[in-house]
């Protein structure tokens, strides 16, 4: 028996199933037959939202660094200096821990160069770039410190996510820990 085609499905519904199902089975498992399997649509009907695997995949993409940018942003809502620093160093990280599979997808767009997947990151890269200017950062010396503070998270992140962490430690205060090393850095350089 076929699936029964859903009337009005919105893209949002599309992503937050494929998010899912990566988040639970991981990236691979994001094809469009399980992802309409999963929303009880024939697999053509994906195609009015975007074109093939990699569409979607691009919107994965976006999709992921928008919920992570709003996550991010909201934890720095009311704080500065060190304290917006590590708020979103937290968020960043707790992302990564709730939405592995969508964390992943916002590293895989077909094509990272892409206009709309740059658009999107970049307010990550803004949000960075103004929780920094508490530390006098400006021009290209934030945009390296953005580009440290996204290789410690990102590393942390994947090291986690690869049980890459086995020693009986906290791994929030070692997230926190080395956050303030890195504060510490940016003060004293």
Partial sequence: MSPRPKVGLEINEILEAAGEIADVHGMREVTLANLAKRL???PPSLYNHFEGLGGLRKKMAIYGIDLLYQEMAYEAIGVSGEAA???ISKAYVEFARKHPGLYEATLLAPDMEDEDVQQAGAKI?????RVLQAFDLQGERALHAVRGIRSILHGFSSLEQSGGFKMALDLDESLEIIIKAFIKGMRDG
């Fill in 40 to 42: 009880n649509i024939r």
């Fill in 85 to 87: 620093v590590l708020a």
């Fill in 125 to 129: 890269v803004e949000l960075s770039v």
